[in-house]
Structure formats: C-alpha cells, structure tokens
C-alpha cells in the first residue's frame, strides 16, 4: 500500500515569492491535516480536512496561507508571499476518519522549505 | 486541548529498556494517549495508542495508571535504530484535536 506521498521534497525560493506544496493521501483516507515543523519543534497543524472540508483552520494564517482539497483526495498548501519565518518542514497527513476517536494519523516525508 | 509534558532528551544503551514518560493533567475522559516516533528528515509514525492499563504491541507498551494523568512508553531491549524523537499526543474522540509538544530526544549509544 502506498503511504502519503509529498512533493516537492525540498524548495528554496527568495522571501516574497509564491510557493506550493502538494499532497497526496493514502487511498480510503477521508481526513488530510497539514503541519508545519519548525527546527527542534513538535509538529504544529495548520488545517484539517474532512473529505473536501476544512473543519479546522483555526491555526492556518489565513493572510498568506490557503489550502485547497477540491476532490477531497489529494491537497494543495500554498503560500504567497512566503517570509523568512516560513522556513520550515511542512508535513501532510492522512487518516481513515468518521470512527469517531482519536485516528492513527500516516505521515509522508514533508516538504522542507527554506525562505532566503 | 490537554497539554503534554515530556522530558527533552534521555540516553540509553543498547539492549537496555527506556521508559519515557508523559504527563498529561487535564486529560478528558473521552481523551486517548498516542505515542509517535520520529527519525530525521521523516515524518512522525504511530507507535502505540491506549485508553487506560496497559497497551502492548510488537514494538513497544504503554503503560497508563488509573488516574491516567500520565503516561510511560516501554521499549524493550532498545537498539541504535531506535534512536529518534518520541511524541506523546493525548486528545479528544474528534481526530486532530491533539497537540504535538516538542517530544523527547531519545539517544541510544553503543
């Protein structure tokens, strides 16, 4: 079985610029979180999905970040104009969801970003 | 959301048990205890998840009292590999509505 598949690995780009990060889940997994890592740190969600819904965006800043899951299958996490703070590791996530406790979440390999 | 705290770092070595402990005061009762590990450049992977006693898997135990107010992760017989960063998550029956602290850094030596 595939897991969580991520792209790009790794990107640097210069403070200002657009960026974009994509995301694919496990087949059957209805919810898709995305968090951000920074160095030394616990992951940090930023939003949830379940299916193609975000019910928790209360950590995404809304001002640069958005996020989209059309089809509620794969994700895209943009950020535009990125900032020096915005370096980081942004992992997504998968898990079944509706079983109505707390879901072994799946991770992939994140998305290493490095603002200049 | 229940707040977690761990140690920052332990040391171990080979072939020895670690047991990292987790405290969580304001657990819910419908909260969960969940274990993740973490190697560099990857992202987190469950280990073990419980509700209350004792949880056992084919990689580690987790070990809740009653008040369940705390938590311990078992690992037996550790090896250089299991050298990563341990997370203890607790959270409610809605998924995602746990917190990752800043884990503890588990170092095996030789």
């Known amino acids: 079985e595939a897991g969580v598949v991520q792209s790009p690995r790794y990107k640097i780009i210069e403070k200002k610029q657009p960026v974009a990060f994509w995301c694919n889940p496990i087949s059957g997994h209805n919810t898709l979180y995305w968090y951000r890592q920074n160095l030394g740190q616990g992951p940090e969600l930023l939003i949830r999905?379940?299916?193609?819904?975000?019910?928790?965006d209360s950590q995404l800043p809304k001002d640069r970040f958005s996020a989209e899951r059309l089809k509620g299958v794969d994700s895209t996490l943009k950020i535009q104009p990125a900032e020096l703070g915005d370096s980081a590791v942004y992992l997504c996530?998968?898990?079944?969801?509706?079983?109505?406790?707390?879901?072994?979440?799946?991770f992939g390999p994140g998305t290493r970003l490095l603002v200049l | 959301l229940a707040k977690t705290t761990q140690p920052i770092s332990m040391d171990s070595y080979e072939g020895q048990e670690v047991n990292i402990t987790c405290s969580h005061n304001?657990?819910?009762?419908?909260?969960?205890i969940t274990w993740y590990q973490q190697f560099p450049s990857q992202g987190p992977r469950f280990i073990i998840q419980?509700?209350?006693t004792k949880v056992t898997n084919e990689v580690a135990s987790l070990f809740i009292p009653a008040d369940r107010k705390s938590s311990t992760l078992s690992l037996p017989r550790v090896s250089l590999s299991d050298t990563a960063v341990y997370y203890c998550?607790?959270?409610?029956?809605?998924?995602?509505?746990?917190?990752f602290g800043d884990g503890t850094t588990l170092t095996v030596k030789p």
């Open positions: 419980g509700y209350k």
């Open positions: 999905y379940e299916n193609e819904e975000a019910v928790d």
């Open positions: 304001n657990i819910a009762t419908n909260d969960y």
């Open positions: 996530a998968s898990s079944l969801g509706g079983t109505g406790r707390q879901e072994t979440q799946y």
């Open positions: 998550l607790v959270g409610d029956t809605n998924a995602g509505k746990s917190t």
